[in-house]
Structure formats: C-alpha cells, structure tokens
C-alpha cells in the first residue's frame, strides 16, 4: 500500500484539474459549490451534530444539558446493560448525516468514504492492535447494493492504523425482517441467530479486542446481536464505532419530512421512502 500512495497522490495532481474541469466540486449534502471534490460546504459543515461531552460511561449517549456528569450512567444502560464496551459515534442523526449516508450508501457514493471513516477515526482511542470488523449483509443485498458500505468503512478505518480489518469475521445467515414498529424485545428475537462468527472469524477474534463498524447505529438490535456472537467466541471487549448514531426520541433526523415509521435491518431511517432503496 505505501509503495503506490506516492503514484496515487501524483495522479490525483495530474488529473484532478481535469475532474475538477468536467465535475465541478459540489457539497454531497445541498450541492453548493466547494474547493475539492471530497469534503463539504461550511453551513452543511455546521449543521453536522458531534456528540458532546460529558456522556454516559457505557455507550457514551450525550448528557447535553441534563446537568449530569462524566462517569454516569444514562437511564437505557440502567435499564438494560449492555454487552458492547462502548460506542463511538461520528455524528448523531440529523438531516445533514441522513443525507451523507443516503449519497453514500443508496446513491453509491462510495468516494465519501474516506471523509466519514476520518470523522469516526476521531471518535476512536489511539490506533492500537485490534481487530476492525464490519456489520455483515446478508448475501442477497450485498448482491443487490454491491458493496458492504461498514467494509468500506472498516477498510479506511484500517489503512489510518487504527486495526486490522477482518472483513470475514461475521457472516449473516438469513434475512431479517422490518424491525420497526418492534419492541426491544421483538427485535432481539427478529435478529436472534441471524448472525454467526465465521469459522476464520472465530481463530482470529478468541482474546482481541475489536472495533465493530458500521455506518449508522439506529435500534441496536444489529449491533447487539453481533456484539453477543463476538464476546461468545471470546472477543475480550467490543467497542461499536458508526457514523451517525439515532437517540431514543429524536426527530431531528426527519425535519422537513414525516417521522420515520419502519426500519430494516442495518437500514437507514426514512431508507423506504427513497425510490429504488432497500
């Protein structure tokens, strides 16, 4: 991989007047005019939602101005703990992050990648040795889409340092059905033995820590359900790493449009309402 970065960087040089020339730079989000082809304008930029600090200690929801302080525990992890070791969220879900995830992963902007693996990068401890595992397709939609949009995350993610991507290690063995309008416990049941750690998965997890990928967090069912399957085949501590995170109760993700009312597995909200999604 280093001995092409410096042909990779001298055809980006060359051509990239050229590109530029053909396709003007344009913002994936309002399609205003910018600088470079990756990258956003500075009011999509703003309107970009980080979470603050402090959090809770265990998933790391945002207190906001609930006077809370850092080391508590937010009311959902009293409730049910969780199995994860942690959750490290680029965005939470608004309509600036709803957009960039439709651009990226229904209208196959797979160039975004880069830009949204940088912005989870800074969520993430320091690069250490860990394993980066994506959350699997099932066979069928990977067919359909083409790509893992959390691969391609988790391949960015590795090439910064920040582990060893093991694009393998988790397999989906069948479809799983809508899952909103479920309650928490209709969900667990809608994914329970969907997912399996592979049998190359299961030699290279035993004892690693890992960095579970994918591009948004909405219930959790999905990234409980592989959480559980990696700790069983003896994950020491898994720590999810996405995107755009939903908050329970949030509606900023719709504004201008209704409330998302169904949510498909490892789907994106209002993903039904986009012609031609899955």
């Keep these: 991989m280093s001995t092409l970065a410096p042909a990779r960087r001298f055809l980006a040089?060359?051509?990239?007047?050229?590109?530029?020339?053909?396709?003007?730079?344009?913002?994936?989000?309002?399609g205003e005019a910018i600088a470079q082809q990756v990258g956003l304008c500075s009011t999509c930029w703003e309107q970009l939602e980080i979470p603050s600090e402090p959090g809770c200690a265990r998933c790391q929801r945002p207190f906001g101005a609930s006077g809370l302080e850092a080391g508590a525990i937010?009311?959902?992890?009293?409730?049910?703990?969780?199995?994860?070791?942690?959750?490290?969220?680029?965005?939470?879900?608004?309509?600036?992050?709803?957009?960039?995830?439709?651009?990226?992963?229904?209208?196959?902007?797979?160039?975004?990648?880069?830009?949204?693996?940088?912005?989870?990068?800074?969520?993430?401890?320091?690069?250490?040795?860990?394993?980066?595992?994506?959350?699997?397709l099932h066979r069928g939609?990977?067919?359909?889409?083409?790509?893992?949009?959390?691969?391609?995350?988790?391949?960015?993610?590795?090439a910064m340092g920040h582990g060893t991507l093991l694009v393998d290690a988790l397999v989906r063995t069948k479809r799983t059905p809508v899952l909103g309008g479920l309650g928490a416990k209709a969900r667990r049941r809608a994914v329970a033995g969907a997912i399996r750690v592979s049998r190359h998965g299961a030699k290279a997890v035993k004892g690693r820590s890992v960095i579970l990928v994918d591009d948004v967090l909405t219930s959790g069912a999905t990234s409980q359900a592989c959480v559980a399957a990696l700790k069983r085949a003896g994950a020491t501590s898994v720590v999810i790493c996405c995107f755009a995170r939903v908050l329970d109760g949030d509606r900023s993700a719709t504004m201008s449009a209704p409330p998302p009312v169904l949510l498909s597995e490892s789907e994106t909200p209002e993903t039904t309402k986009v012609p031609g999604a899955t």
């Excluded at 040089?13 to 309002?30: K, M, Q, S």
């Excluded at 229904?106 to 990648?113: C, D, E, K, N, P």
């Excluded at 969520?123 to 980066?132: G, K, Q, S, V």
């Design 13 to 30: 040089e060359t051509l990239g007047p050229l590109v530029d020339l053909i396709y003007p730079p344009r913002c994936p989000v309002c």
């Design 141 to 158: 939609r990977l067919w359909y889409r083409g790509f893992n949009q959390a691969a391609l995350l988790g391949r960015s993610l590795a």
């Design 74 to 136: 937010c009311l959902p992890c009293m409730k049910d703990p969780p199995k994860h070791d942690g959750i490290a969220a680029a965005t939470l879900y608004n309509d600036v992050s709803r957009r960039l995830v439709l651009a990226f992963k229904h209208g196959r902007r797979i160039a975004l990648t880069p830009m949204l693996a940088r912005l989870m990068a800074a969520r993430l401890p320091a690069p250490a040795d860990r394993l980066i595992v994506p959350v699997p």
